[in-house]
């Protein structure tokens, strides 16, 4: 029994060696994973530098860090640790972009070892480069997708930049032409006045909507009261017809929203609708009420209101009373950005169509709002 004993108990300890030596490894193994991962969370680094530093971080997750060398080879790029050498004894797991493999992650002993579960190498060292080959897919594939939309995003900056330019210049023609004919036409009638403020108006509304997708340097809060006094102005100057009366149910300078160059756009589709829709001697309500950390600006009309078929599916794109059908969608766009909402609400008596629009306040932290 005593023969027994001392082999149970070497056997015992023989063991217990084997499980400490197992929980070190999948030590090493987790710091290793956590290292990639903070270091493949990089997306401003250069691809050769993050490479550089991803083969020297994998050697401390196996059984002989000492003589382990890692090669990574993406498409014609091949980096490898300063150790590096070619032997008989390595482990290879591909790097795909999803079914396309691009390249390969290989890990190399540089001595020979007893052979284990894949050659010298440990089951837990095979899965682990196969995780380490999927995290390199992952950050490669995201950083390509990061790499194609900066090149659309500059893309569409030069395109809207040389839109802008050409619209402009459009647009001056036009009210150059306008200018000729009040010029031509010394006593116009009514109507060909109407015509040519109209026309004025409108192109300035367009040279507005261009200025408003030019990059703004800074952020600043807006006064509520003033961008809709500056809208309701221009509207009514471009549709003959149009009242416009704005109610201020708070002092003025308390109606601070987050800063949009898009959010004049959401009034002037609105009071444009308005316009075309309820009809001749349209009449339009805005009132502003404060609500807690909130705005809520109630648009009404004195219109026939909006078909009750396109009401639940008014905002979706494509849909319209009449044509287009972006208008309203492009500006619950617009409000969901800023952290708002936009509903078409139920009318009073004598009322058309009502919109409500909730923005949440600014934090006001420099200056006032300069409204009237």
Not at 164 to 191: F, S, T
Request: net charge negative.
């Amino acid at each position: 029994m005593k023969p027994q004993d001392d082999v149970n108990g070497r056997t015992d300890l023989s063991m217990t060696k084997s499980n400490q030596t197992e929980l070190v490894n999948m030590a090493h193994q987790l710091v290793c994973l956590r290292n990639v991962a903070n270091l493949l969370s990089d997306n401003n680094q250069p691809l050769n530098d993050i490479l550089t530093t991803f083969v020297h971080l994998i050697p401390e997750a196996w059984q002989y860090p000492d003589i382990t060398c890692v090669r990574v080879s993406i498409g014609q790029d091949i980096i490898t640790s300063v150790n590096f050498a070619e032997s008989n004894w390595k482990l290879t797991a591909p790097i795909k972009i999803s079914v396309n493999e691009i390249g390969k992650l290989e890990v190399f002993y540089i001595e020979e070892r007893p052979k284990r579960f894949d050659g010298p190498f440990l089951r837990g060292e095979s899965v682990m480069l196969e995780t380490l080959a999927v995290e390199l897919s992952h950050f490669v594939e995201r950083r390509e997708l990061l790499q194609l939309q900066q090149r659309q995003h500059r893309e569409l900056e030069l395109y809207s930049s040389l839109l802008r330019h050409d619209i402009k210049n459009d647009l001056g023609v036009i009210l150059a032409n306008v200018d000729l004919a009040r010029m031509i036409n010394q006593h116009p009638g009514e109507d060909l006045k109407d015509i040519f403020n109209s026309t004025e108006f409108a192109c300035g509304r367009m040279i507005n909507l261009l200025n408003a997708f030019s990059r703004s340097d800074s952020v600043k809060d807006n006064c509520l009261t003033e961008i809709i006094e500056k809208v309701t102005r221009s509207a009514q100057e471009i549709h003959t017809g149009l009242t416009i009366n704005l109610i201020k149910n708070q002092d003025p300078a308390s109606l601070m929203v987050p800063s949009s160059n898009l959010l004049p756009l959401v009034f002037e589709n609105l009071l444009r609708n308005a316009a075309v829709h309820a009809g001749e001697d349209c009449i339009v309500v805005i009132e502003l009420t404060k609500s807690s950390n909130n705005v809520l600006i109630r648009i009404s009309d004195n219109g026939k209101g909006i078909a009750s078929e396109v009401r639940e599916k008014l905002f979706q794109k494509g849909v319209s009373i009449r044509g287009g059908g972006l208008g309203l969608y492009l500006s619950k766009q617009v409000v969901e950005t800023m952290g708002g909402s936009i509903i078409l609400a139920p009318s009073r008596d004598d009322e058309g169509a009502v919109f409500e629009i909730i923005l949440p306040l600014a934090v006001i932290t420099n200056g006032v709002c300069k409204c009237d």
